[in-house]
């Protein structure tokens, strides 16, 4: 038997015995949604150099991360996404104990791009257009807690002043009704999260966290984004199994 989450325990315990419908309105907290408010948010004005050729990874947290991996899954140009865990202070932690908000990590998502498809600009535009509300703090949809913060975790100083040339584009532009709390840190190692938590999506679609949660992120993709949109998603497990 696959192994059961603490988030999926959960969801199933408060789905029991009650429709879907009555049971979003008891995990979603007060407010819209990522998904209700996607939008297809202006280009960067900055960006990363162009003609680079080596491939790149960066780092993105926005709450479980889950839909965040299913989103960069279906980008062109990615490679790869991993779920896994950053900006803590505990060495390989697992999902167990982020879970109590006690390392410090946020679930996050390493992506691996090919800059001649997709820049790092780009990725960040898919980011806070469909994959999360930038606005909240130390939470998203249903989950609340440190370890759902949203964060991006560069891995150059190029990637660092694209990102906060961004968030000041998107600042001044008023893209959304509140401050973003979306924070930008460098130099944060990243643990790969356990196996059953990499390519949750794609093999639970019709989970109900992921059915409401999720799927309406990795559907404004397609719809906000067609010309970014990869049918074939670049899945953790099938990378393995191809070495």
């Not at 080596?54 to 991993?82: D, I, L, N, S, Y």
Request: aromatic share 10%; charged share 15%; hydrophobic share 40%.
């Amino acid at each position: 038997m696959d192994r059961i989450t603490l988030k999926a325990r959960r969801v199933r315990q408060a789905l029991a015995g009650i429709g879907l419908l009555a049971a979003a309105a008891v995990l979603l907290p007060v407010g819209r949604t990522s998904a209700e408010t996607a939008q297809a948010l202006p280009a960067p004005v900055l960006d990363e150099a162009a003609g680079k050729t080596t491939p790149e990874t960066a780092v993105f947290a926005g709450g479980c991360f889950w839909g965040v991996q299913g989103v960069f899954e279906h980008v062109k140009g990615v490679t790869r996404a991993v779920s896994g865990y950053a900006g803590g202070h505990v060495a390989n932690p697992g999902y167990e104990l982020v879970s109590t908000g006690s390392t410090g990590h946020a679930e996050s998502v390493s992506v691996t791009f090919d800059p001649a498809q997709v820049s790092y600009g780009t990725l960040l535009q898919i980011f806070f257009s469909v994959a999360l509300d930038p606005t909240q703090v130390d939470r998203q949809g249903p989950d609340w807690g440190t370890q759902y913060r949203s964060a991006l975790f560069v891995s150059s100083p190029e990637q660092e002043r694209v990102a906060h040339a961004y968030v000041a584009q998107l600042e001044a532009a008023h893209s959304f009704s509140r401050p973003i709390a979306t924070r930008i840190e460098s130099g944060a190692p990243f643990y790969p999260a356990e196996a059953y938590h990499q390519d949750y999506l794609e093999q639970h679609p019709d989970a109900p966290y992921i059915a409401f949660n999720d799927m309406p992120k990795v559907h404004n993709l397609q719809t906000l984004f067609p010309a970014r949109w990869s049918g074939t998603p670049a899945l953790v497990g099938r990378a393995a199994a191809g070495n």
